[in-house]
């Protein structure tokens, strides 16, 4: 279904579920048994998350939708099912990891999803990315309405998600829907670079920043008191003393 390999501070997850790397119970399973680790994990930094097939996910399996359709409790068994999709990636969105898609291929419905949750995304050119749930008489239920529309306001969610249209890696980009696109043969390696450069950060300050940047878009939450409060944290580690005097001696 998946594997995982440790790079100098990353966790590499590969998808290799062919042949669209379809997400199932069996795969959520196994998922969160990942996401528990790395909840715990104050080593790793980054989290890639990258496919081995030619498409990146296709989202949820759709034999076992078509499968629901026939059984008199289908609707209460779907939304179970997206329910623990959404928690799942919810899940990904709470890692203290900064968290890296990168789309080499076909991004659609679920597998978009996955790629929301995460905090940066990085495609190929000709990648596929959509959410064409409606063609199917179904919404992306599994977080995209929510995340597209907070990621690239409601003008482009609607462009999306109101029409069905797959739009490849460039467009992607243009839109803000991905933070970079890149030609296809390009991509591992420089996919692989973005995540080294993020892994080379502090992770303590990076674990602050993406709780202020969440922070940002909750009317809830005090953003400009939660930095003044996590600079007083930040300023008392070893990490951060050590970084401004490497700084300063002239190490850049």
Do not use: Y
């Not at 790793?44 to 498409?55: D, E, Y």
């Not at 990891?97 to 050119?125: D, M, W």
């Amino acid at each position: 279904m998946f594997h995982t390999e440790k790079r100098e501070g990353r966790l590499v997850l590969t998808l290799d579920r062919a042949p669209v790397n379809a997400i199932n119970d069996v795969w959520l399973a196994s998922f969160h048994a990942l996401l528990d680790d790395l909840d715990q994990d104050r080593e790793t930094a980054v989290l890639h998350i990258r496919s081995a097939l030619k498409i990146f996910s296709a989202g949820m399996d759709a034999g076992h939708i078509l499968s629901l359709a026939d059984r008199s409790d289908g609707a209460d068994a779907m939304v179970a099912d997206v329910a623990e999709f959404q928690r799942a990636f919810a899940r990904i969105e709470a890692l203290p990891q900064v968290t890296i898609a990168e789309i080499g291929g076909a991004a659609l419905g679920g597998g978009l999803e996955l790629a929301l949750a995460c905090n940066l995304r990085i495609a190929s050119e000709r990648a596929k990315i959509g959410l064409p749930e409606a063609k199917l008489g179904l919404i992306p239920g599994a977080g995209g309405t929510q995340r597209l529309t907070w990621l690239c306001g409601r003008g482009t969610a609607s462009r999306l998600i109101l029409t069905g249209e797959i739009l490849d890696g460039a467009s992607a980009e243009r839109l803000g829907i991905v933070q970079w696109s890149f030609p296809h043969d390009a991509l591992a390696e420089e996919a692989a670079k973005i995540a080294g450069q993020v892994a080379g950060l502090s992770r303590d300050a990076v674990r602050e920043a993406k709780q202020l940047i969440a922070a940002a878009g909750d009317p809830a939450r005090n953003g400009f008191a939660e930095e003044i409060e996590a600079d007083r944290r930040l300023f008392d580690t070893t990490d951060t003393r050590e970084r401004l005097r490497s700084f300063l001696a002239g190490n850049r």
